[in-house]
């Protein structure tokens, strides 16, 4: 059974920053692009940033671009983010994801999802 768990979420103050990481098991890790999605209290879950199965195509929303860094490790079957100058905005419950894909866009559906790990941005 494909399990994706992520890990690195936290407490931490605006400007500071935070990395995810997100441990696949199950899957044929090097062949599925893989993403982060996020989700707020009373908000939708949207997503953060698409990386491809090479690592050479890579998608973020806009309010991320030039702060959050997504990379994964193939042989390490695992899935990064690395998120700096955080603000209170960034503030969601963080999740992984698996596609079914080696690439994939925003409108992608999404294979697989992890549980999610808090991620809490204070003023």
């Known amino acids: 059974q494909v399990q994706l768990v992520e890990s690195g979420g936290g407490l931490v103050q605006a400007g500071n920053s935070l990395r995810l990481s997100c441990a696949a098991s199950?899957?044929?890790?090097?062949?599925?692009?893989m993403g982060w999605f996020r989700q707020a209290p009373g908000k939708e879950r949207e997503f953060v940033a698409i990386?491809?199965?090479?690592?050479?195509?890579?998608y973020y929303r806009d309010s991320v671009k030039g702060r959050f860094t997504i990379s994964r490790d193939n042989a390490k079957r695992t899935l990064y983010l690395q998120m700096g100058s955080l603000k209170p905005e960034d503030t969601a419950v963080y999740y992984c994801?698996?596609?079914?894909?080696?690439?994939?866009?925003?409108?992608?559906?999404?294979?697989?999802w992890g549980r999610g790990t808090q991620v809490t941005i204070s003023s």
């Open positions: 994801a698996a596609y079914s894909t080696t690439i994939a866009g925003v409108s992608t559906p999404v294979l697989y």
């Open positions: 990386i491809s199965w090479s690592g050479r195509t890579i």
């Open positions: 199950d899957l044929t890790f090097n062949r599925n692009a």
